[in-house]
């Protein structure tokens, strides 16, 4: 989490847009967990600390939309972000 918090600094400092940022989530934050997350039970204290810290970055602090309308597809106002709860529940999906 601590790299995950230092990370998120780094890139707040820039201004980049809401899709900028929605962009760095995938690729650099969430791409660190989903390994682990695949193979490990994820306590939802940790899910729930990793949303806080994703959408504290996305709004800079100030929570300015529901994080479900941000999950929502672009044709739907929404920005594509992904749904952790939803990502560790599909992760564990085995056949």
Request: glycine share 6%.
């Amino acid at each position: 989490m601590d790299s995950v918090k230092k990370l998120l600094n780094i890139w707040s400092a820039r201004g980049l847009s809401l899709y900028g940022k929605v962009t760095i989530i995938k690729s650099l934050i969430v791409s660190k967990f989903v390994y682990v997350m695949s193979l490990l039970t994820t306590p939802k204290g940790v899910i729930h600390e990793l949303n806080r810290l994703i959408f504290k970055f996305l709004w800079k602090g100030v929570n300015k939309v529901t994080r479900l309308s941000a999950i929502n597809y672009y044709e739907k106002n929404g920005l594509k972000m992904i749904d952790l709860e939803t990502m560790v529940k599909s992760l564990h999906l085995k056949v």
